[in-house]
């Protein structure tokens, strides 16, 4: 196991219904088809993911598709009908009860979509709480928990209840619950599905503030493309229970896997997507002092547009690895791609 | 045969016609030796069930034991550990600490002053809600000293004090046993719900046996019939705590005791308050009927009242019930909605200015009990200031007797024979092996095989327990009274459902008719009808009525909004609307509401076998006074059996109801 990996699921499987076990071990690649024709739900079928050390994963599927389940399944909050699950290498579902606490309570934290606040703690029991499970000091609680909701912005208001307080500062309280113990790993389970848009974009925009600083490995589930294409560094897309495709967003633009991956991609801004690497013109000659050629085309196409002549595009070292025209940006600008 | 199968309705009606014709001929045509067995089930083939049940109690009680201790040991054992408390709480409110016995005692410590006790309440209730609501209780209490009834209430209270927590905590730990182990609910679930329909008195008698005459019996039989709405509740609220606070709690790594304290029971304190303010209610309804087997208080005075037919003193005591109940009721349900209201704690203080309430009850506490000592009328309420009503309630109910004799006899003879007799003769007439059959046909017709051989097998028990005469009473006289609690239930319910400002008044009126105890309703109509099934007809009535007018108000005033829209769109008028869009929608709910007027109805029939019925509460009732265990508890399973039946059927045609509108 490659030692970057935080977690891998290898073939993970949950059907509902009885003797779903006995089912696959007779039926190890049983089809969607058969699946549903012996009688069984399917909500994750044949899973295999890796979560690499400090990357945002994003898992992305529309309602039904099993995102739900797969990322419960990866904490065993789902008990998983079969596969292998992997945390810093140990087999996670070989884990005793207690061992499986103890990795809950001090490796791993999640998100909600609806918070799950409890209701009867102000703001800093809540944060608090994590902490208090695992036997802590209430002091030391309380510090660590001050210092985690001033992080989350939300500093003068440790006394208020859930309930008083809107649906952004809520999530607020929960990412700040989830953070208190330091987890190694991060579940978001649809975050911001719930909020306003304007309020989601603000919360994406804080998130990303947050990993900027705090580099944690994440997995994020979302049912919303663009959020996804906006916060991974990869994603998975699922359908019926299955991982479609994993890849960067760029990728996914570029070579979708499928007609059912392309429909996602196809109002996805191409420009701020793809970058000037994947479309220039290897070898060529260009003007100019050189673009990076890890650059969106949505940074660089008013330079591109301007210009007389194809820019010169240059690899992060700085050496020219080749040019970009005036007609491949415009052609991305408007869509006719390819 | 095949077009039969198409027209169930018209096979139904047939069958119908069939019954009516041997109900009203079979004592002619089942004269003869050979057959009267049909009518009369042979006393020859009565299994006796009584018998070997009383046999099992006895052995039970006389030489049952575990070695070391006998069963008689244990149940004393458990009898002194309850009495205890009580006995402290009782001398608390009520009677005050004595040093000797007998006549030679001498009161050591008084009880709590009236005036100490209203003040507690007041603050309890301004604590809880607002000035007003202190006001309400206030005045309850103050009542309950103006009126003479202090002690007796306290006597009550302190039952009902010591009965709730033991129901609260044994609900609590039954539903969450039941919560975390399926296995458990399902052995839990049929027992809840045979307990919920068994009358009372049923168990009152084992319960005598294992724990003697007085106050404790009265609590244990208490706390058994307050605890399963709290088991159910506790088990409903935590299964329906929000999944993500469960996934939450797993992923912070709680253990199962952390997770059950610290988040299932906070997260679902709002649902198991409402269990709380059950258990109370209930207490208090048990409080008052085990005033039979020695509970004291005021059941007791007003069982004493009646049998003295006393009717001045048992209004007095009847309304102290009412008003207790409604006190306690409102204080309860204000503190339930108190506990859910998180609100930031108020700014560090000083202790007095923090417990202003609690430090004034004190205060007050302090100097009415000093000063007691040499103002007596501060520690108890002068009895020269007492006011009693009973004269005028004796003066009351004389008058309307003397001057309204001939109109009460004219009502209640017309009912007798035109509706009452006629629904007797009837089930009295149907040859049982002929109505076994129709049960089981029915049962078949609404919920399938199953509900058809549960049917079966429980009208069998019926017969073949020698109870098939007084179960046909028992039908009839419930279903007389859920026929006449429909007939006035439901059109008040439609009237409440259609105009906002009925609907307040009538919710008001409902809402304080179920806090009530059941054994409150007796006592007017007892005072103006004397004994025999009129005058429990009318019981039954008056307490069974509430849901049928709140389910009916319910159903009508939740159908959907669009279809109204839709048949105002389509020129409906008025009356088009509600007679063919709001009533058929709300069939379903009105069956239900139906479903639980049943189930009052022959809950309070045990209660009206003090008022002479001869059906299978007065059965029950019987066996209590002379002490038959096999008696009272075989009596008891028929009743929870036909209270069985009646549900699953009515639930089972009103699920098809709404599966039919699609309205589930």
């Known amino acids: 196991m490659a030692e970057n990996i935080k977690l891998a699921c290898r073939n993970v499987w949950k059907l509902y219904g009885p003797r779903a076990v006995e089912f696959l071990k007779a039926n190890p690649d049983a089809d969607l088809e058969r699946v549903k024709n012996a009688g069984f739900v399917p909500a994750v079928r044949g899973a295999n993911v890796d979560v690499r050390d400090g990357e945002i994963f994003v898992i992305m599927g529309l309602s039904g598709s099993g995102k739900s389940t797969l990322v419960r399944c990866m904490s065993r909050l789902i008990e998983p009908t079969a596969g292998e699950l992997f945390f810093e290498g140990q087999d996670l579902r070989k884990a005793s009860k207690k061992a499986l606490i103890d990795i809950r309570r001090h490796k791993m934290g999640m998100v909600f979509q609806h918070f799950a606040l409890l209701p009867h703690l102000t703001v800093l029991e809540n944060v608090a709480f994590p902490l208090t499970i695992q036997g802590q000091a209430k002091a030391a609680a309380d510090t660590r928990a001050r210092e985690v909701i001033e992080l989350v912005g939300l500093g003068g208001r440790e006394n208020y209840y859930p309930r008083e307080l809107s649906g952004g500062q809520q999530q607020r309280v929960g990412i700040a619950r989830s953070l208190a113990v330091e987890p190694e790993l991060w579940f978001l389970d649809e975050p911001f599905s719930a909020l306003d848009p304007l309020i989601r974009r603000e919360m994406q925009d804080e998130f990303m503030r947050l990993q900027a600083m705090l580099k944690k490995t994440i997995v994020f589930i979302t049912h919303d493309f663009d959020e996804a294409i906006r916060l991974a560094d990869r994603i998975a897309i699922m359908k019926d229970g299955a991982i479609i495709q994993v890849a960067t967003p760029e990728e996914l633009v570029m070579n979708p896997a499928s007609d059912y991956v392309e429909e996602f991609t196809r109002h996805v801004p191409r420009d701020k997507v793809i970058s000037v690497g994947a479309v220039m013109k290897k070898g060529a000659e260009g003007a100019g002092a050189g673009l990076p050629m890890a650059s969106k085309i949505a940074e660089i196409a008013e330079a591109v547009v301007m210009a007389d002549a194809p820019l010169k595009v240059v690899d992060a070292a700085g050496k020219a690895v080749g040019a970009i025209d005036r007609e491949t940006v415009i052609n991305i600008l408007i869509g006719r791609v390819r | 045969m095949a077009w039969l199968l198409k027209k169930p309705t018209l096979v139904f009606l047939a069958l119908f016609a069939a019954t009516w014709l041997l109900a009203k001929y079979s004592s002619t045509w089942f004269e003869s030796p050979s057959l009267a067995w049909a009518i009369d089930y042979p006393k020859t083939w009565v299994l006796p069930l009584k018998d070997y049940v009383s046999a099992a109690m006895k052995w039970l009680v006389e030489d049952a034991g575990f070695g070391l201790f006998s069963f008689t040991e244990l149940t004393r054992a458990i009898a002194w550990l309850i009495e205890q408390p009580y006995e402290f709480v009782r001398a608390v409110l009520a009677t005050g600490f004595f040093d000797g016995i007998g006549r030679r005692a001498t009161q050591i410590v008084p009880p709590l002053s009236w005036i100490a006790v209203t003040a507690a309440v007041v603050a309890l209730g301004h604590y809880a809600k607002s000035w007003g609501l202190a006001a309400i209780v206030g005045l309850a209490f103050l009542y309950l000293a103006v009126f003479g009834q202090w002690e007796s209430a306290m006597v009550t209270l302190a039952s009902v004090v010591i009965a709730v927590p033991f129901g609260v905590a044994g609900g609590l730990m039954l539903g969450i046993l039941a919560y975390r182990h399926k296995s458990f609910e399902a052995v839990l679930k049929p027992v809840l719900d045979l307990m919920q329909t068994i009358p009372v008195f049923a168990y009152l008698v084992p319960i005598l046996f294992m724990f003697g005459f007085g106050p404790v019996s009265a609590l244990v039989a208490t706390v058994i019939y307050a605890m399963p709405p709290m088991a159910r509740i506790t088990t409903m609220a935590l299964k329906n705590v929000d999944p993500e606070i469960v996934d939450f709690g797993k992923m912070t790594g709680c253990t199962q005791r952390q997770m059950t304290w ?13 269990g709380v303010n059950q258990v109370i209610m209930l207490s208090l309804n048990m409080v008052i009927i085990a005033s039979m087997i020695g509970a004291g208080g005021l059941g007791f005075d007003v ?55 609690s430090v004034t009850v004190v205060v007050i506490l302090g100097i009415t009990m000093g000063l007691g000592l040499f103002i007596p009328a501060l520690q108890t309420y002068p009895e020269a200031a007492e006011l009693s009503t009973g004269a005028f309630w004796t003066n009351g109910v004389k008058y309307l007797n003397i001057n309204y004799f001939d109109q009460f006899e004219a009502v209640k003879i017309f009912l007798l024979t035109n509706f009452l007799l006629p629904i007797k003769r009837f089930f009295l007439g149907i040859p049982w092996p002929w109505a076994i059959a129709m049960i089981t046909l029915i049962g078949w017709k609404f919920g399938g095989w199953k509900l058809g051989a549960m049917n079966f097998a429980m009208a069998l028990f019926i017969a073949t327990t020698g109870m098939w005469e007084k179960a046909m009473i028992t039908i009839y006289l419930c279903g007389a009274s859920v026929v006449i609690a429909s007939i006035i239930g439901i059109p008040i319910g439609i009237w409440a459902a259609l105009s906002p400002r009925a609907g307040k008044v009538i919710g008001v009126a409902i809402d304080t008719l179920q806090t009530l105890p059941s054994f409150v309703y007796l006592i007017p109509v007892i005072m103006l009808f004397r004994i025999g099934d009129f005058t429990a007809m009318v019981a039954i009535v008056a307490y069974a009525l509430v849901p049928a007018v709140r389910y009916a108000a319910h159903g009508v005033r939740h159908v959907s909004p669009d279809l109204i829209e839709a048949g105002v769109v389509s020129g409906c008028t008025k009356r088009q609307i509600l007679f063919k869009i709001r009533l058929p929608l709300a069939l379903p709910e009105i069956l239900l509401g139906i479903n639980q007027t049943i189930m009052l109805a022959l809950s309070m029939l045990v209660i009206t076998a003090l008022v002479g019925t001869r059906d ?47 309205i589930d």
């Open chain 2, 303 to 357: 069982l004493a009242s009646l049998r003295r037919l006393n009717i001045g003193g048992g209004f007095e005591a009847g309304i102290a019930i009412v008003i207790l109940a409604v006190a306690l009721d409102r204080l309860s349900q204000a503190l339930a909605a108190r506990s859910t209201e998180y609100s930031p704690p108020p700014r560090e203080q000083g202790f007095v200015a923090r417990h202003k309430r």
């Open chain 2, 616 to 662: 299978l509460g007065q059965e029950v009732y019987i066996a209590l006074t002379k002490a038959d265990t096999g008696r009272g508890l075989v009596a008891g399973l028929a009743i929870a059996f036909i209270a069985i039946m009646a549900d699953r059927i009515i639930s089972a045609s009103a699920r098809k109801a709404k599966t039919r509108y699609g």
């Open chain 2, 262 to 274: 610290k988040i299932l029971v906070p997260s679902a304190l709002n649902g198991l308050m409402v």
